[in-house]
Every structure is written in structure tokens, then in C-alpha cells.
């Protein structure tokens, strides 16, 4: 049995706090492992995070939708803003992991470590608005 849920929030950081609530109802109501919750919370907010810090170029209020769904043993959120065109799949850099610390150049890390913790990722634009789809067997 299929179960969604849909929040908008608008582009400003302290939004964590609105999804971080949402994620955990959804999660409470459908008996999640708490490993797969946070695995999820973790990318949900650094895709988020990086959506607010570099997806506008103006300083105006934008709404972002995020929709949950559980589908049999399978979550998939996904993530629509009207931001810039930007696929996080193609064209973050890559994590530098070669270089000592203080070395590395910045950006990568979030998406990397998000790629490990979900079991898929698709991106598209239609409409003028980006769509990240993120996938995690539960």
C-alpha cells in the first residue's frame, strides 16, 4: 500500500526544523528503522541546505516542495524547487578525498555522502524546477 505526503516550505535555512518534524511523523507512522531515518534526515537536509545556499540568485521567498512516499519497503523523497538548473548527479564536483584537509577545495561531501546512504538518486527538470528523487529501501 502506497502512502504520501507532501510539505512545502520556503527557502530559508531554519526550514530544517519544519522537515526534520514532518520526516519524523512519517517516519514514526510507517515503523522505520531508525538507521534508515537518519540515513534519510542526513541527505534530506544537506540537499536542502544546498538548495537555500546556492539555488537562487535573488534574496526573495521561494517555496520547495518535498513529497514523501512509502511504496512496500521503499521510501522515495523527492525534492522540487524552482532554483537555477543545477543536477546534483552531474554537476557537483567531485569530493576531493586525495588532498590533506586543508587542501581540498569546497563542495562535494554532501552529495557524495548522499550517494552512499540512498539507494538511488534520479534527477530532472520540467517546468522550470529542478526535481532530485531520492530512494532508500528501508
Given at each position: 500500500?502506497?502512502?504520501?505526503?507532501?510539505?512545502?516550505v520556503s527557502n530559508r535555512i531554519e526550514e530544517i526544523r519544519t522537515i526534520e518534524k514532518f520526516l519524523t511523523e512519517f517516519s514514526e507512522q510507517h515503523d522505520?528503522?531508525?538507521d534508515a531515518v537518519f540515513q534519510i534526515q542526513l541527505s534530506l537536509?544537506?540537499?536542502?541546505?544546498?538548495?537555500?545556499s546556492y539555488g537562487y540568485d535573488d534574496d526573495t521567498?521561494?517555496?520547495i516542495e518535498i513529497v514523501?512516499?512509502?511504496?512496500?519497503?521503499a521510501i522515495t523523497i523527492e525534492i522540487a524547487?524552482?532554483?537555477?538548473?543545477?543536477d546534483p548527479l552531474q554537476d557537483a564536483p567531485e569530493m576531493d578525498a586525495e588532498s590533506a584537509l586543508e587542501e581540498r577545495r569546497v563542495g562535494g561531501a554532501g552529495i557524495a555522502?548522499?550517494?552512499?546512504?540512498?539507494?538511488d538518486l534520479r534527477y530532472h527538470r520540467d517546468d522550470g524546477r529542478n526535481h532530485l528523487i531520492m530512494v532508500k529501501d528501508l
Open positions: 500500500m502506497e502512502s504520501s505526503r507532501t510539505l512545502i522505520f528503522p531508525p537536509e544537506e540537499i536542502f541546505t544546498n538548495v537555500v521567498e521561494h517555496d514523501l512516499s512509502k511504496n512496500g519497503g524547487d524552482d532554483g537555477r538548473p543545477f555522502l548522499t550517494k552512499t546512504m540512498m539507494t
